[in-house]
T-cell receptor, first 115, second 114 residues
């Protein structure tokens, strides 16, 4: 079974530029998450999708971050314009159920450096 | 609201020595508990989870954790570590009532000395 795929693995941009990250979850997983992991901190949930609907985006900075999952499969996270404090690893995860007893399967992450 | 505290940001141990990584949580409701491991340049993967039942939970790679409700702790242990256990370990909680909002601690970096 293929794992969660993310791209690009690394991205360096200047502040005020835009960037987009892509995630393809494990086949059949209805729930998809985007987490932000700043160096030295644990992952912080940005947004959770159930199929193509948003379940929780309470911690997404909506003035600059946006995410979509149009067909209920892969997802894109965009940052525009980027700030220095957005430097982090962006992790995508998926799970078969929306339930909190399920195991999250993570991708390898997309490391963003904002200069 | 829930929170997770991992008291040790780094834990150095010698190979074949025992190790305990500490995790305390705060919650006004019942929670499920998890430990995830992140090897260098990889995503997180589940080590073990506590949902209900026996408070001693066994996971992969010889790790185990004990849920202590009175102390609100979920410490991770291994009796004898190997070089391959070098990684960052994250404790996580989610409330029963949530639609799976999992909250992670800040992580503990385990470094194994030969």
């Amino acid at each position: 079974e293929a794992g969660v795929a993310q791209s690009p693995r690394y991205k360096i941009i200047e502040k005020r530029q835009s960037v987009a990250f892509w995630c393809n979850p494990i086949s059949g997983h209805a729930t998809l998450y985007w987490y932000q992991q700043i160096l030295g901190q644990g992952p912080k949930l940005l947004i959770q999708f159930q199929n193509n609907g948003v379940v929780d985006d309470s911690q997404l900075p909506k003035d600059r971050f946006s995410a979509e999952r149009l067909k209920g499969v892969d997802s894109t996270l965009k940052i525009q314009p980027a700030k220095l404090e957005d430097s982090a690893v962006y992790l995508c995860a998926s799970t078969r159920t929306g339930g909190n007893t399920g195991e999250l399967f993570f991708g390898e992450g997309s490391r963003l450096t904002v200069l | 609201a829930q929170s997770v505290t991992q008291l040790d940001s780094q834990v150095p141990v010698f190979e074949e020595a025992p190790v305990e990584l500490r995790c305390n949580y705060s919650s006004s409701v019942s929670v499920y508990l998890f430990w995830y491991v992140q090897y260098p340049n990889q995503g997180l993967q589940l080590l073990l989870k506590y949902l209900s039942g026996s408070t001693l939970v066994k996971g992969i790679n010889g790790f185990e954790a004990e849920f202590n409700k009175s102390q609100t702790s979920f410490h991770l242990r291994k009796p004898s570590v190997h070089i391959s256990d070098t990684a960052e370990y994250f404790c996580a909680v989610t409330p029963y009532s949530s639609a799976s909002k999992i909250i992670f601690g800040s992580g503990t970096r385990l470094s194994i000395r030969p």
